[in-house]
């Protein structure tokens, strides 16, 4: 490693420009129509698997009312759909319908074509690309060192 490199000082600049990077790429409105809430949700779900709301809500850390009502759009939407619970026949489980899988992936390409026309949008060189494109393996890997 670079002495001239100070540990702390990477770390805070990296913190800083993914922050900035994330909460903007969060901000601008991409096709797909899913609010924030709900494709937390949907994503959670799809995840996870069939399970119920009350369960969503504690892994969310939300109220029970707030993921019941954002699972309520999801399902009069046709993305989430309720079924008996196969082990207890009082209890109702949610599962992620083809449609819901359908705008997760909508959504996820939506925001890869954001970052695609913010890199080719000429404010990159060809040799930042290449160094965008070398530190993408390095931050997932720092992701999976945290």
């Known amino acids: 490693m ?5 540990p702390e ?6 913190l800083a420009g993914i922050g900035v990077l994330v909460r903007r790429a969060r901000q601008v409105p991409v096709e797909g129509g899913l609010t924030m809430p709900e494709r937390s949700a949907l994503a959670r779900l799809d995840r996870t698997g069939p ?3 009350s369960a969503l809500a504690r892994e969310a850390q939300i109220t029970a009312q707030a993921m019941g009502a954002t699972l309520n759009t999801l399902r009069t939407r046709g ?5 008996p619970d196969p082990d207890d026949g009082r209890r109702v489980v949610l599962t992620v319908t083809d ?5 997760l992936k909508d959504k996820r390409n939506g925001r890869v074509e954001l970052l695609a026309r913010a890199l080719t949008g000429g404010a990159f060189t060809p040799k930042e690309l290449e160094q965008l494109a070398a530190a993408a393996p390095l931050l997932e890997r720092l992701a999976q060192n945290i």
């Open 2 to 6: 670079n002495d001239d490199l100070d």
């Open 99 to 103: 449609a819901g899988r359908q705008a």
């Open 9 to 14: 000082a990477v770390a805070s600049a990296l």
């Open 51 to 53: 399970t119920t709301s």
């Open 79 to 83: 993305l989430v759909e309720r079924r």
